[in-house]
């Protein structure tokens, strides 16, 4: 059976129409999302896959000031077509906190272990927190039928993906670029063009890989990536 999952960074300051026209024809089963704002009526993104026939797990990360002012709670998300057996929200550290949110997934009588996180932005230079914060990740991760994805904030040649890469297997080795869509994704990198990978989706070994694609949208300045899994 072919699974197919999408992770998205949409961004608390994203553009909603944009984000709910991908979000609607991407035909994923199974969707981790990063900069989930809880209880937005600007960017309602719950209520949104909700109404597809998606359930969710949700985990706050912190809170954060918004473009128009206002301060609201960001998490990260799991959604599912399939029953969410269980959840946990594992903390990855005190200082700049963050946060992995963990769905157990009911696929066909296996259960799946998925999770959605999003590490410490670092502005693409070496972070020990970030590094701590994979360190934490990976020893929370069961060792078999597991899907870890999110914004890592980190480019392929950081220590903090390396941590990654050596307990699970990338399911896009290209490392083509995902960020960023526009220069207000960060005011201090004011980034010019999408030249630079900072989303993965990771799997434990027994979970067989195939068509990992960088999707297109202008909703957030994150890209949407997907791939498909089956086991």
Request: net charge negative.
């Amino acid at each position: 059976m072919d699974i197919k999952i999408v992770s998205w960074n949409i961004w608390c300051d994203g553009h909603f129409d944009q984000i709910a026209e991908f979000l609607k024809g991407c035909n994923a089963d199974i969707i981790g999302l990063q900069e989930v704002l809880s209880h937005s009526k600007q960017i309602p993104v719950v209520d949104l896959l909700t109404s597809l026939g998606y359930t969710h797990a949700y985990g706050q990360a912190f809170t954060m000031s918004l473009a128009n002012g206002k301060t609201e709670e960001m998490g990260n998300a799991v959604f599912s077509k399939y029953p969410i057996v269980g959840s946990t929200v594992h903390a990855l550290s005190e200082e700049k906190k963050r946060i992995a949110v963990q769905a157990d997934i009911n696929v066909s009588g296996t259960v799946l272990h998925v999770f959605s996180t999003h590490l410490v932005h670092s502005h693409q230079q070496p972070s020990e927190i970030q590094e701590l914060q994979a360190e934490t990740l990976i020893k929370a991760l069961p060792k078999e039928k597991t899907i870890v994805m999110g914004d890592f904030n980190a480019t392929p040649d950081s220590n903090a993906v390396k941590q990654m890469r050596s307990a699970l297997v990338d399911t896009d080795p290209s490392s083509a670029p995902t960020w960023s869509v526009y220069p207000e994704g960060c005011p201090e990198c004011k980034p010019q063009k999408i030249d630079t990978r900072l989303d993965y989706i990771f799997a434990t070994a027994d979970i067989k890989i195939s068509s990992p694609k960088v999707e297109s949208s202008k909703g957030s300045d994150h890209l949407p990536i997907s791939v498909v899994v089956s086991f």
